[in-house]
């Protein structure tokens, strides 16, 4: 008997933390909350593989109530958007939660109420992911082990948006389509400050760089100056059709941390002329010190035109199913990087 998860919503993340499970030799899926109506009642088998699938024997339900009342360890909460309420309801219940949609590094004052509700319930919550929530903190921490003297750490993302199969969030969230002023004003920054800045925090802080107490956020924004096909339809000459975000921590005003997100649609007709370079679509990591250290990262992102799953959507709910069983043994409270013990993928079903 593994330990008993439960899948909260079955989206991208959701679907891959399943199948993710399923290959855990120390886990066994329990049970599995969806938000449509129409996936409710479902075997999870037929939600994660369509009709005719294989059962699994757990019903999907979109009832909470049912979720709480189950007997079970942890659950992966992957829903689009993140309800502090469910939250603090399944922690209460004693369940521990691994999450992707935020809680990397809370402050204190960010942390309490989820923190009350998890000491109430002798249970734990974990922030985790990608990007923020993995290559974004805790790999440039983890490199950062072999140098010393370290003056400066960066993580950077370069992707091509065109694989991104989500036109309403393309357009209308991240701004791509719209006038530069229109993005700029949009709700992008702020969506993403929420996770980078407590990344750049974590690595500030666990450095210890006398940094300034304030994270520096900028972005910068490329338009078309022809017409570029894109998931969202073409987008026409002057509309944004490339953006950078970069998150700084300073000291004496020169950057020691940095994090930056570079998303094109494609490396064309953009004003500037931004592209990903010889090296194409990748995650880097550079920790400068003795000695300089600097790590390219390919395979999670798809190629234009590539079938299959997103793998970044596939890393990051595999980050948050090998964090389960560390995670359950943990304090109760809030546990980040910091607090976890080195945590590893686990052997296939066939070689363990
Ligand atoms: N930190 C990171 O690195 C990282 C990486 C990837 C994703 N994420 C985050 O992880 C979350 C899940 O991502 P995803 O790629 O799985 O997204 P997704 O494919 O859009 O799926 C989200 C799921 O949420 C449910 N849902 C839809 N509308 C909802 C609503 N109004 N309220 C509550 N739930 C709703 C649906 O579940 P059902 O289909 O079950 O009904 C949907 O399939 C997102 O918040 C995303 O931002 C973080």
Known sequence: MGLRVVQWATGGVGIAAIKGVLEHPDLELAGC????????????????????AEPLGVTATNSIDDILALDADAVVYAPLLPNPDEVAALLRSGKNVVTPVGWIYPSERQAAPLKAAALEGNATLHGTGIAPGGISEKFPLMFSVMSTGVTFVRAEEFSDLRTYEAPDVVRHVMGFGEVPDKALSGPMQKLLDGGFIQAVQMCVDKIGFRAEPKIRSSQEIAVATAPIPSPIGEIEPGQVAGRKFHWEALVDNEPVVRITVNWLMGEDNLDPAWTFG????????????????????????????????????????????????AVCAAAPGIATYLDLPLISGKAAPQLG
Do not use: L, M
């Open 33 to 52: 909350w969806v938000h449509s109506a129409e996936k409710a009642g479902k075997d999870v088998g037929e939600i994660i593989d369509g009709p005719g």
């Open 278 to 325: 010889p090296e194409g679509q990748r995650y880097e990591i550079e920790v400068r010190g003795n000695p300089d250290i600097s790590v390219c990262i390919k395979g999670f992102q798809s190629e234009v035109g590539g079938q299959g799953p997103e793998y970044g959507v596939v890393g990051t709910a595999a980050h948050c199913v090998n964090s389960i069983p």
